[in-house]
């Protein structure tokens, strides 16, 4: 079992950035691959990206790739998303998910077994 706490969230001005982080309880961390994701209202949970276990890995969506950067300290229990060029459409609640099992990085929602209770980001115009 991993417990997941995201934090630095906020409203912000477009074009900005900002970073979130997620830090995961217990002591097998390195054992997940860990993901980000975001719900805006009305929609669905969508992929935003995904890190294998060393880090090594990396995964993003269209919409973010070359905006948003993922990565991951082991050594803290961390992982984060850095935002860069924030848009109005990134708004959202975002949330890290854990795949266990020593499982590979994956875009899918149903493949994380541990979520995280999300951090708003607003982004205004």
């Known amino acids: 079992q991993v417990q997941l706490v995201e934090s630095g969230g906020g409203l912000v001005q477009a074009g900005v950035s900002l970073r979130l982080s997620c830090v995961a309880s217990?002591?097998?961390?390195?054992?997940?691959?860990m993901g980000w994701f975001r719900q805006a209202p009305g929609k669905e949970r969508e992929f935003v990206a995904a890190?294998?276990?060393?880090?090594?890995?990396?995964f993003y969506s269209d919409s973010v790739k070359g905006r948003f950067t993922i990565s991951r300290d082991n050594a803290k229990n961390t992982v984060y998303l850095q935002m860069n060029s924030l848009k109005p459409e990134d708004t959202a609640v975002y949330y890290c998910?854990?795949?266990?099992?020593?499982?590979?990085?994956?875009?899918?929602?149903?493949?994380?077994?541990?979520w995280g209770q999300g951090t708003q980001v607003t982004v205004s115009s």
């Open positions: 217990g002591r097998t961390f390195n054992s997940y691959a």
């Open positions: 998910a854990a795949r266990g099992d020593w499982g590979s990085l994956t875009p899918y929602r149903y493949q994380y077994d541990y």
């Open positions: 890190i294998s276990r060393s880090g090594g890995s990396t």
